[in-house]
């Protein structure tokens, strides 16, 4: 299989350099808008397996005709190329897999879930497969959700906790990844389901505390909004689920300054004029944050993402959680990128590879949890993502 992938960020890299070493992946077409950066990350992969092509997402007749060079485009972009991209796939007829969606429309002004899951007939009438959300949160998290549901009788509750206790050098204000992704994610009134309806809360209004296993530790966690939030209600409701919401923890630092890039719509994507000059403010910000592909060898702590469900098993209430760690010392000192970055890639090469190898039948538009979990888990650790499920007193 020939794949192509847009975007060789942070994120990007790794996906490029896990999905190349899997046999069944006999090329790896890398496109992207920064020339210097694609030699980069082609010279990281196995001799004779990369090519490169500088691409303007924008410019829909060079996606298009990228699309066509492969068998299965991987979209490592910012969400907001989500939905040029899958059309531009559908033009192509190629396969199409993301790991992450924006929206929603009316706030953002880019596509959502909803919006991808509208293309559903038209992959299933070319015969093709989009799987969406495909990284570790969303992606990972919703397969553990997957396995858990498989697991319990009942199961009323699902939470994606996702905690990172890292702390950078050098700079006050840092992403671990897609800048402008995480700031517009935070700032939307997240979708929650909650007493077994889809509803809105305020942003950055709803916080709790969770115990990360080691060597993570208590964090504070913030309710943001998520793709989980809707997939797992989707896909999951059918043992009773009340309750699906998605936490991350935030810098008590980056909560002060999203409350001003809010205050002073430094959030927004739509064009602003100032000065005689046209430019998007969420971009401009985004621009004046260390670009996370900078940030490997200076992150040191580790990152936890996992799923607590709540339900019974055999008459008997439990609470598990399912969990992936990764410390971003020893992936800097592994794979010279820093833990979220080679957590979010490594997983979305899982999907990659079973993809290549013809282990993904499903045509449409395709959400993680609709995969057979024990064959994704262990692709997981086949790359060293390991897991761990531990069972958490009931109060
Ligand atoms: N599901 C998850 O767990 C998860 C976690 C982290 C990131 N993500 C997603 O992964 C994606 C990539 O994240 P990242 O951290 O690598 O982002 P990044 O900002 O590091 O990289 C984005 C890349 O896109 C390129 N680019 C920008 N504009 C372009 C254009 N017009 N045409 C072509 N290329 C262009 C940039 O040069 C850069 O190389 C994002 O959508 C992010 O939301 C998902």
């Known amino acids: 299989m020939r794949l192509v992938q847009l975007g060789v960020g942070a994120v990007g890299e790794v996906t490029a350099r896990v999905s190349a070493a899997e046999p069944a992946v006999e090329k790896v077409i890398l496109a992207d808008i920064d020339e210097r950066r694609l030699r980069e990350v082609a010279a990281k992969l196995p001799p004779g397996k990369a090519e490169t092509r500088v691409v303007d997402a924008a410019d829909r007749t060079a996606l298009v005709a990228a699309a066509r060079e492969g068998d299965l485009v991987l979209n490592a972009l910012a969400t907001a190329w989500d939905i040029p991209v899958m059309e531009a796939c559908l033009e192509a007829r190629r396969h199409y897999l993301d790991m992450g969606t924006g929206g929603p429309r009316e706030i953002t002004g880019t596509a959502d879930l ?4 509208a293309l559903h007939d038209a992959f299933l009438e070319r015969d093709l497969t989009a799987m969406v959300s495909f990284g570790i949160d969303p992606g990972v998290s919703d397969v553990f959700a997957r396995a858990l549901y498989d697991q319990f009788d009942t199961l009323e509750k699902l939470l994606v906790l996702d905690g990172d206790n890292g702390a950078v050098d050098g700079y006050d204000l840092a992403c671990s990844f897609s800048v402008e992704t995480m700031i517009e994610e935070c700032l939307l009134p997240p979708t929650v389901f909650r007493d077994g309806c889809e509803d809105r809360n305020e942003p950055l209004s709803e916080f709790m505390e969770f115990e990360f296993p080691e060597p993570v530790g208590r964090l504070t966690l ?3 909004d998520h793709e989980e939030s809707q ?3 989707m896909f999951l409701a059918g043992k009773g689920l009340r309750d699906a919401t998605f936490f991350i923890a935030l810098d008590p630092g980056f909560v002060e300054a999203l409350r001003v890039f809010k205050a002073l719509e430094l959030n927004q994507r739509a064009p602003v004029e100032f000065g005689g000059a046209t430019f998007s403010p969420i971009r401009f910000v985004a621009s004046r944050f260390p ?3 900078d940030l490997g060898g200076r992150i040191h702590g580790a990152v936890c993402v996992g799923t607590l469900a709540e339900g019974t098993i055999g008459g008997e209430r439990v609470r598990r959680y399912l969990y992936q760690v990764t410390s971003h010392d020893q992936a800097w000192e592994q794979w010279g990128v820093q833990g979220t970055a080679w957590q979010t ?3 979305a090469a899982c999907a990659v590879t079973q ?3 013809g282990e993904v039948a499903l045509r449409g538009v395709v959400a ?3 995969l057979d979990p024990a064959a994704f888990i262990a692709e997981m650790e086949r790359v060293g993502l390991s897991h761990g ?5 009931v109060d």
């Open 231 to 233: 997939l797992m209600p």
């Open 368 to 370: 993680p949890e609709q």
């Open 355 to 357: 993809f290549a190898r």
């Open 345 to 347: 890639g490594a997983a």
């Open 291 to 293: 670009r996370p592909v």
């Open 222 to 224: 913030c309710n943001v």
């Open 114 to 117: 909803d919006e991808q899951f």
């Open 389 to 393: 499920s531990v069972d958490l007193p």
